[in-house]
C-alpha cells in the first residue's frame, strides 16, 4: 500500500533506542521509552498561507527528526507501526556532526 499524507503532515518510522546504557546495562523491553527519533518517510505538499499559496515543508523524505514523546498519531500500515503528524510537532532535523556550521 502507498500513503501520502496531506497538507503539512509527514509519515515517521520510528527509530529504535539503544538497548543497553553508556554502562553496559542492558534494558527490558518493558522498562524502554518509545523512541522520540524517527526517520520522515512520507510528506505531504505543505501548508496554505492565507493568501491561498502553497508553503512547502521544511523536511523531506529521509530526513532523521526529533519529535515530542506525545506526539503524533500511531497507525499501523502494511503490519508497520508509524506515527503521522504536522510539521510543526517536529522538534527539529538531527544532522551529521561534521554539518553543523557555527553561527557568525
Not at 503539512?8 to 529504535?16: A, G, P, Q, T, Y
Not at 553496559?24 to 505531504?44: L, R, S, V, Y
Amino acid at each position: 500500500m502507498h500513503f501520502r499524507p496531506l497538507h503539512d503532515r509527514v509519515l515517521v518510522r520510528r527509530i529504535d533506542a539503544e538497548e543497553k546504557t553508556a554502562g553496559g546495562i542492558i534494558i527490558p523491553d518493558t522498562a524502554k521509552e518509545k523512541p522520540q527519533q524517527g526517520e520522515i518517510i512520507a510528506a505531504g505538499p505543505g501548508a496554505r498561507n492565507e493568501q491561498g499559496q502553497l508553503v512547502p515543508l521544511d523536511v523531506k523524505v529521509g530526513d532523521r527528526v526529533l519529535f515530542g514523546k506525545w506526539s503524533g498519531t500511531e497507525v499501523k500500515i502494511d503490519g508497520e507501526e508509524l506515527l503521522i503528524m504536522k510539521e510543526s510537532d517536529l522538534l527539529g532535523v538531527v544532522e551529521q556532526a561534521g554539518t553543523l556550521k557555527k553561527a557568525a
